[in-house]
């Protein structure tokens, strides 16, 4: 994410790295890489320019602490900048109704039909909510038939009526039922055009009247850029919305509508979404994104998602089996399984402070541990079990299953072997710690 802009800052941070003191001179040539960085990142000129021309004057007039050096400094002033520029804190969310009425909005193609989806998964398993989703888009029966399928896959109900023409009328309708079966939020998808058009802004603002939504999200492709600043403006002063969602982060975009759509529309950006997967909706934290952008990863949503996914006593199941010498190949099966539902597995490691950097040119798909789950999947329980029976003969036999090599097989089964050595020494450790770590 935004790799191209990180790395320019930080070339623009080498500059000033030698330096015992900031000054107004050695600080020019940093403060203008600092805003090139920000342009070719599509940030607008206006916004670049004010932004450091406040990061110079925190720079010059700030004291010199001696334990922090210039290069230090800038860093901290360029992050807490960036924070700023975002948004400063979290945005509250507004579920607070009952039901709590969400109004999607956006152009067609930006991800709001997905975004509703990731939503209503969002607010049912992770704030206990009782959602139903509501397609109101009156002129793609597709757009109906999408929903229908993410609210399949989600386990949240659809409200749609194919024959009905009034877009105002639905919503009013799918409120009734919500209410009627205590549903506690209602999302609504509506019907976005490929560009601004009158009619379709008419008619979202029609249902904003209508039903008086306690949130009105934007939904936003941020891989439009500047595009994507200019028809937030649009929507914005039609329908004076609540907040911003930042969508298809996980493709090659360059960060300009993440750092310029605060300042243009005076609206927080709420969620980010980046890939298809329902379940990886995350909410925006400008102080994450800006620690993120100077690549100092995301160590805090990382540990978060962990957390959400590794159940405690599952976690005290495994620490037991490791500590018994017991951890087996079914037990790394479902180790992988569990850091795959954290999410994109390059997006993981980019949380990871330097390691987005590091590999940014390696294509990493989720599909990386195919290959590992193939050879376990083609092993039998009682060999999952008892990893030291596998010889010689079952391991050809895997390797046909899992379509490998009988090469690949035996490197796997090293790595294994060396896995459980390493924990095998650590449980000899009285701190259960490795040889050579610091306590
Ligand atoms: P809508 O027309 O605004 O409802 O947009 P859709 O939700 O149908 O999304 C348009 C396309 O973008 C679809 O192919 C989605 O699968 C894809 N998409 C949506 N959100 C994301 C995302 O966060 N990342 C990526 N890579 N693709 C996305």
Known sequence: ????????????????????????????????????????????????????????????????????????????????????????????????????????????????????????????????????????????????????????????????????????????????EAKSKNRNVVIIDTAGRLAIDEVMM????????????????????????????NTAKAFNEKLDFSGVVLTKLDGDTRGGAALSIKYIVDKPIKFVSSGEKLDTLDVFYPDRMAQRILGMGDITTLVEKAQAQFDEAEARKLEKKIRKNQFDFQDFMEQLQQIKKMGNIKDLLGMIPGMGKAMKDIDISDDAFKGVEAMISSMTPFERANPDVISQGRRQRIAKGAGKTIDEVNAFMKQFDQMKQMMKMMNKMPTGKMPGMRR
């Open 202 to 229: 008419n008619e979202v603002a029609g249902i904003k009247a209508a039903v008086q939504p306690h949130e009105i999200l934007f939904v936003v492709d941020s891989m439009t850029g500047q595009d994507a600043v």
């Open 1 to 176: 994410m935004f790799n191209n802009l990180t790395e320019r800052l930080e070339t623009a941070f080498k500059n000033i790295k030698g330096e015992a003191r900031v000054t107004d001179l050695n600080i020019a040539n940093t403060i203008k890489d600092i805003r090139r960085a920000l342009i070719d990142a599509d940030v607008n000129y206006k916004i670049a320019k004010e932004f450091t021309d406040k990061v110079k004057d925190k720079a010059v007039g700030s004291k010199v602490i001696n334990s922090i050096s210039p290069g230090q400094l800038m860093v901290k002033i360029v992050q807490d900048e960036l924070t700023e520029l975002m948004g400063g804190n979290e945005a509250v969310f507004n579920i607070t109704g009952n039901p709590a009425i969400i109004l999607i909005a956006g152009l067609q193609g930006s991800g709001k039909t997905t975004f509703s989806g990731k939503l209503a998964n969002y607010l049912k398993t992770k704030k206990a909510k009782t959602p139903l989703l509501v397609a109101a888009d009156i002129y793609r029966p597709a757009a109906i038939d999408q929903l229908m399928v993410l609210g399949e896959q989600i386990g949240v109900d659809v409200y749609s009526e194919r024959e009905n023409t009034n877009a105002i009328e639905i919503v009013q309708n799918a409120i009734k």
